[in-house]
C-alpha cells in the first residue's frame, strides 16, 4: 500500500489535496528523465504512463495530463495570447488541471461551467447556457460537443455568450476521413452507441461537415494542422497523438 493511502485513512478529508500532490510530487521524481517534456507541469520525464480505460490514454506521470492537453497547452502557449491577454474564459467541462492552471492566472477572469461535474464552478446545460450574450473573451470546449445530441444548439449558444472578436478552441474527435458526420439518434444504448460511435456516451462521429456546422452557427473557423506545424521531434518529446487538428473558431467584430 502506498504511504498516501494509509494517510487519507489517518488524516482529515482537508488534508486529501496536500496528500495528493505529495503523491505526484514522488511520481514525477521516480520518472524523471530527459526524454519526454510534459507542457502542461513543465515535467522532465524519461517515459509517460498509461492512464484509464477506453480508450488507454498516455499520461503524463506527474499530472496525469492526456495527450489532446498537452497539445492544447502548447498551441496556447505559442499560437494565442492566452498567457499574457486579460481575458475573460469561458471554459467548457472543466479538467482539474486547466481548471488550477486558470485560476492562477492573474490576467483570466475564470469560469467554469458543466451539466453535472463536481468539479465546474456552476452547473449549466451548455444547449441553455444562462450567461448574458457577448460576455466572453475565450471560450475553450474540449471533446463535448460529441455527447451532445442537440450540437446546434450547443454551437448556437457557445456563439452567443462569445465577443464579437472573440475566440474558441472547440475540438472534438473529428474523422477527417469522412466527409458528413455519422449520426443516429435511434441509437440510445451504450453498448450499441460503443459499436457506433467509439464511445458508449458519444452520440455522433463527426466528419469533415464539422466546419460546416460550426460556421453555420456563425464562427469563422480556422482549421490549423498544429501537430504538423510543431513536428516530429515535438510530437516525440511532448508524447502527442496524431488524431487531431486545431478548430479556432472566431466570432466576427
Ligand atoms: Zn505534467
Known amino acids: 500500500?502506498?504511504?498516501?493511502?494509509?494517510?487519507?485513512?489517518?488524516?482529515?478529508?482537508?488534508?486529501?489535496?496536500?496528500?495528493?500532490?505529495?503523491?505526484?510530487?514522488?511520481?514525477?521524481?521516480?520518472?524523471?528523465?530527459?526524454?519526454?517534456?510534459?507542457?502542461?507541469?513543465?515535467?522532465?520525464?524519461?517515459?509517460?504512463?498509461?492512464?484509464?480505460?477506453?480508450?488507454?490514454?498516455?499520461?503524463?506521470?506527474?499530472?496525469?495530463?492526456?495527450?489532446r492537453y498537452r497539445l492544447l497547452y502548447l498551441y496556447l502557449r505559442n499560437k494565442t495570447g492566452f498567457f499574457k491577454d486579460s481575458l475573460k474564459v469561458l471554459d467548457i467541462a472543466p479538467t482539474q488541471n486547466f481548471q488550477e492552471m486558470c485560476k492562477s492566472l492573474p490576467s483570466i477572469d475564470y469560469l467554469s461551467v458543466d451539466i453535472s461535474s463536481p468539479l465546474a464552478i456552476v452547473r449549466m446545460d451548455i444547449t441553455a447556457i444562462a450567461l448574458t450574450e457577448n460576455s466572453f473573451d475565450c471560450i475553450i470546449c474540449y471533446h463535448v460537443?460529441?455527447?451532445?445530441?442537440?450540437?446546434?444548439?450547443?454551437?448556437?449558444?457557445?456563439?452567443?455568450?462569445?465577443?464579437?472578436?472573440?475566440?474558441?478552441?472547440?475540438?472534438?474527435?473529428?474523422?477527417?476521413?469522412?466527409?458528413?458526420?455519422?449520426?443516429d439518434p435511434a441509437i440510445t444504448d451504450p453498448d450499441a452507441r460503443e459499436s457506433a460511435f467509439n464511445q458508449c456516451d458519444h452520440v455522433r462521429i463527426y466528419g469533415r461537415d464539422y466546419k460546416d456546422r460550426l460556421e453555420r452557427a456563425g464562427f469563422n473557423v480556422?482549421?490549423?494542422?498544429?501537430?504538423?506545424?510543431?513536428?516530429?521531434?515535438?510530437?516525440?518529446?511532448?508524447?502527442?497523438?496524431?488524431?487531431?487538428?486545431i478548430y479556432l473558431c472566431t466570432k466576427p467584430s
Not at 480556422?222 to 510543431?230: F, G, K, R
Open 1 to 67: 500500500m502506498r504511504v498516501e493511502s494509509i494517510l487519507e485513512k489517518v488524516l482529515p478529508a482537508k488534508y486529501y489535496p496536500r496528500v495528493e500532490r505529495m503523491y505526484l510530487k514522488r511520481r514525477g521524481i521516480r520518472y524523471w528523465g530527459w526524454k519526454h517534456t510534459c507542457p502542461c507541469c513543465n515535467g522532465h520525464f524519461r517515459t509517460f504512463v498509461p492512464w484509464g480505460t477506453k480508450p488507454v490514454q498516455i499520461a503524463c506521470p506527474r499530472c496525469y495530463s492526456v495527450a
Open 145 to 183: 460537443l460529441e455527447h451532445i445530441p442537440d450540437d446546434g444548439k450547443a454551437m448556437a449558444e457557445l456563439f452567443r455568450v462569445l465577443k464579437p472578436g472573440g475566440w474558441a478552441i472547440l475540438q472534438t474527435p473529428v474523422d477527417h476521413s469522412r466527409d458528413t458526420t455519422y449520426e
Open 222 to 245: 480556422h482549421i490549423d494542422d498544429y501537430l504538423e506545424e510543431l513536428g516530429e521531434a515535438a510530437i516525440e518529446r511532448y508524447v502527442l497523438i496524431r488524431d487531431e487538428k
